[in-house]
């Protein structure tokens, strides 16, 4: 664990208490190399989401299609979409 820092977080208790932290990586590292079933779900679901980009690295327009389909979950126009994939200025 030597990736790991402690910081003062709030706890239930309402007192700041050293907590260990680590970045994203090393957390999913660590998840990965936990051997029990709770830990399963996430595991596939970096195995799809890995087997995911390694597609989008071969056809760069599936990365395309999956932005534009994150933008409109979030609500973005079309117009808003087309211009910002399209590298034009918008404002809000």
């Known amino acids: 664990m030597t990736n790991c820092h402690q910081l003062k977080m709030l706890a239930v208790d309402g007192k700041l208490r050293l907590t260990d932290?680590?970045?994203p990586e090393i957390l999913l590292r660590l998840i990965q190399s936990v051997p029990s079933p709770k830990a399963e779900p996430t595991?596939?679901?970096?195995?799809?989401?890995?087997y995911e980009r390694m597609q989008e690295m071969v056809d760069p327009a599936r990365s395309l299609n999956r932005t534009r389909e994150t933008w409109q979950k979030h609500g973005r126009s079309e117009?808003?979409?087309?211009?910002?994939?399209?590298?034009?200025?918008?404002?809000y």
């Open 21 to 23: 932290v680590t970045d």
């Open 79 to 91: 117009k808003w979409i087309q211009q910002r994939m399209m590298g034009q200025e918008t404002t």
């Open 43 to 50: 595991n596939l679901w970096l195995a799809k989401v890995g």
